[in-house]
């Protein structure tokens, strides 16, 4: 087997020039011939869990009653000194004669309905008189874009401006296509700084021009193919691959790629440092590196893969897209690079000298002299000498940045995660300055059963009992709408149904906001029993419950999601080292990195810069990553510790390949980091999120737990680490260093 490994990597070696050109070649075909992500996908918002009951809610409401109440995109019309009288007259007709399909060219919208805060009670208005709403009203065919283009050309054309007036759009449609042009607009500054952190940090690195150059094309051919081979593996398995990926995508492969390329060249200038000659020693990195690189891409390709386990569309969507970018990434690195290490030699490392290099007697492939005496790494070191105490340590940095998810709150940042000066956002807080916040988004609580609209006695008594629930602000029922059968507002012609518009005192779709809708959720039946209605049946429709549904179906499916990954990540780790005790606790340390993340940011945004809330996706997105990454990061420390054991007794294995795996590992963690963290090139909250929990808990895996707490686990645990191999023995005849 080894011979045969040596054959392989020799002919690999031979055919190097081939195999560059074929991947330059290819790259460009494909930028050529293929689709990319951002042509077939969608918004991550509006992939939402199929069997939510707020959906069932919101069919119903559709289905049994004359006019819609729920609305996606709406119009402000706001003047802090007051809108006129005929003002206020002017927008409530206009609601009516586009309901009745009399407004010319505006076809699309199937109704609309007008709200003024001079007439709406206390608690739900804001100074009197000033503002008011436009709901509109789309069939389903209408998408988010020709919601949004319809309103503002409305405004244009029928509404008009005022002096001293603000005029806008707002709701989940136009919130979901700017937070996609956003997106659109900051992916090629994602990419261009991306690219010149990975060449800066390379450069600096191994002070060489070669060496960021070979790593720049690689991740840039990796990019080309991740991105095409993900779309066309949606289009062609008919699963969707969100746009909003693609800023995702890239750091991922730019990062990981960058990655794999410092593990490749540092071993390589160390062959060369030590008189290797560059063919040989090309020949000698694809042995020792390339086994490590592929298991470690084929680890964090399956983890990722494992979201295809969840329920929710918008997180299987992620997994495929992820995983496919990973193996192109991981192919990529073990093909290309060492290839182009071959071809460039001592050059790559231009202007640092390097040893010359020399030809070994019969031309084999070991270097004429011993190799010079690594130097241990101080981190490595304490965790071998003092294994308990460097445990203690790292597990006290990494509990006491988890602990704040004790305090985490999750809520889905539909607008107020948008920039500042997005037209959207200022429309909604113009809205929020003349009605209570939730005004944008009220829960509809609809009711079901035989011949309960007619009950308008106990009705009215349920209206009270809603009103008084916590987080309402006002209350909107049957009681207020004495014509509410011929209009089908808020009872349906057939008297079986009736429904109530409870707006909220807060954002809509923010953590308290859903609290609230779920408190009032679970006592719905209680209510309907006090109002009289024993054997109806009531759910509530709109944003707030739609995005508690997503909350508690993505916590569901981290709950299924993580054993899948990890369970996956450990069989490749037991079947990779041939051990079974060492990937326990080795997969334990990869999710150790997550929480510790998440705690973080928790304190950091939530906390420190006031957001109040993570966005619910963030956190699973995240915890799959970061145990996925620090998984690849596993394979290559204790794939190096491994390596040495075969000769060294275990702790000399543990402290010299620890050593040697920890400077790369600590290099390549800073730099995926560092581009996880240029993901707050993109002015969206959730991106922010993303950017800071990824760079946060990549450095504290990096240089914490595989520098600190692996090699002292290994340690403490000893030889019964690579239990029931032998890999690892307690004393050997210890090889020269």
Do not use: C
Request: hydrophobic share 55%; proline share 6%; aromatic share 8%.
């Amino acid at each position: 087997m080894r011979r045969a490994g040596v054959l392989l990597a020799r002919l690999f070696v031979t055919l190097r020039f081939l195999v560059v050109a074929a991947w330059i070649g290819g790259a460009v075909w494909a930028l050529i011939a293929l689709p990319s992500i951002s042509g077939t996908g969608g918004s991550i918002s509006s992939l939402v869990p199929q069997n939510a009951p707020a959906l069932t809610a919101q069919r119903i409401s559709a289905e049994r009653f004359a006019f819609p109440v729920l609305s996606n995109t709406m119009i402000v019309v706001r003047n802090p000194q007051g809108l006129t009288a005929a003002r206020q007259a002017g927008l409530v007709s206009l609601a009516e004669q586009l309901s009745a399909g009399h407004v010319a060219g505006f076809g699309q919208i199937a109704g609309a309905l007008p709200l003024v805060n001079t007439l709406m009670p206390s608690p739900i208005t804001r100074h009197r008189g000033s503002t008011a709403l436009l709901y509109l009203y789309f069939p389903p065919s209408v998408g988010i874009y020709a919601q949004t283009r319809t309103a503002r050309r409305l405004i244009a054309e029928k509404i008009g401006h005022r002096p001293g007036e603000f005029v806008g759009v707002t709701g989940e449609a136009p919130a979901q296509a700017a937070r996609t042009n956003v997106i659109s607009a900051n992916l090629k500054w994602v990419e261009l700084a991306t690219v010149l952190l990975v060449a800066l940090a390379i450069g600096l690195h191994f002070r060489a021009v070669g060496a960021a150059a070979v790593t720049v094309v690689a991740v840039g051919i990796a990019y080309v193919f991740a991105d095409r081979l993900a779309a066309q593996f949606g289009r062609l398995a008919g699963v969707t691959v969100p746009n909003n990926v693609q800023p995702l995508l890239i750091v991922l492969v730019f990062g990981i790629v960058t990655d794999y390329s410092v593990f490749f060249l540092s071993r390589f200038r160390a062959l060369l440092s030590e008189g290797v000659e560059r063919r040989a020693a090309g020949v000698r990195v694809l042995r020792q590196i390339a086994p490590l690189v592929a298991v470690a891409g084929i680890t964090v390709a399956a983890g990722t893969a494992g979201l295809l386990v969840a329920r929710l569309g918008f997180l299987r969507a992620f997994g495929p897209g992820l995983a496919v970018a990973v193996a192109v990434g991981m192919v990529v690195a073990v093909t290309f690079v060492p290839a182009a290490l071959a071809m460039g030699g001592e050059r790559l490392f231009w202007p640092r000298k390097l040893l010359p290099a020399a030809v070994p007697a019969g031309g084999g492939s070991e270097p004429p002299s011993g190799p010079a005496r690594p130097r241990r790494h101080l981190a490595t070191r304490l965790a071998v000498r003092h294994p308990v105490l460097a445990a203690v340590l790292a597990a006290a940095i990494v509990l006491g940045a988890a602990s704040g998810l004790l305090r985490v709150a999750v809520g889905n940042e539909v607008i107020l995660g948008l920039p500042h000066g997005s037209g959207v956002r200022r429309a909604y807080a113009q809205a929020r300055d003349g009605f209570a916040a939730g005004v944008l988004a009220p829960a509809v609580v609809v009711v079901t059963g035989p011949a309960v609209g007619y009950d308008r006695a106990a009705l009215g008594r349920l209206q009270d009992l809603l009103q008084r629930q916590p987080g309402i602000a006002v209350v909107v029922g049957p009681r207020d709408q004495p014509l509410a059968h011929r209009y089908g507002v808020s009872i349906s012609k057939t008297g079986d149904a009736a429904r109530y518009a409870a707006f909220l005192k807060v954002d809509p779709t923010g953590a308290r906001a859903i609290a609230d809708v779920r408190h009032i959720s679970q006592r719905l039946p209680a209510l309907l029993r006090a109002a009289g209605m024993p054997n109806a049946y009531a759910t509530i429709a709109g944003d707030t419950a739609l995005s508690g549904d997503t909350v508690t179906e993505t916590l569901g499916d981290l709950g299924r999601v993580v054993p899948t990954v990890l369970g996956i990540i450990f069989i490749v780790m037991a079947v990779f080292l041939r051990a079974l005790v060492a990937p326990a606790y080795l997969v334990a340390t990869s999710a150790l990195a997550s929480l510790a993340s998440l705690g973080l940011t928790v304190y950091v945004m939530q906390m420190l810069f006031g957001y109040g809330e993570i966005t619910y996706y963030v956190i699973f997105i995240v915890t799959v990553l970061l145990i996925s990454l620090g998984s690849d990061y596993n394979v290559f420390l204790v794939g190096r510790i491994w390596q040495e054991g075969r000769r060294r007794s275990l702790r000399q294995a543990v402290e010299i390949g620890g050593s040697r795996a920890a400077r790369p590992i600590t290099t390549a963690g800073f730099v995926l980091a560092a581009s996880f963290a240029l993901l707050a090139v993109v002015p969206l909250r959730s991106f922010r999120e993303i950017a800071f929990a990824m760079a946060a808990g990549l450095l504290i895996d990096a240089f914490v737990i595989r520098t600190i707490l692996v090699p002292a686990l290994i340690t403490f645990v000893g030889s019964r680490s690579a239990w029931p191999g032998r890999a690892l023995r307690e004393e050997r005849v210890a090889a020269p260093d």
